[in-house]
């Protein structure tokens, strides 16, 4: 399947890493799935939010459930310059800046 999103640099939260190690997943098993534009756990609006996104550049989202039941998001804004994976918790401790510059504000 091809790349359908570009991440740009990637930041990934210490709460992801400690959340995938415990689980043995490698953080690049959903790093895929987001390029590929599978976005995970999102409601149908979301989800064509996203597809709508991927076309116009906009800001992406998406959720995933480990087996521990921790979710994690990945985020990639608008102009694909970055992508932040951490988990929705730490959404609340970003930066403002930087979650203005997520979010297209």
Not at 37 to 59: H, I
Request: glycine share 8%; net charge positive.
């Amino acid at each position: 399947m091809q790349t359908r999103v570009q991440p740009g640099c990637v930041f990934v939260s210490l709460g992801v890493l400690n959340a995938l190690s415990a689980v043995r997943v490698p953080l690049v098993h959903f790093l895929i799935r987001h390029m590929r534009g599978d976005w995970g756990r999102l409601s149908d609006e979301d989800w064509q939010r996203n597809e709508k996104a991927n076309v116009t550049g906009d800001y992406l989202l998406s959720s995933y459930v480990l087996s521990s039941g921790q979710k994690i998001w990945i985020q990639t804004t608008g102009g694909r310059s970055a992508t932040v994976v951490l988990l929705p918790a730490e959404d609340s401790k970003l930066e403002r800046s930087l979650s203005d510059t997520l979010h297209g504000r």
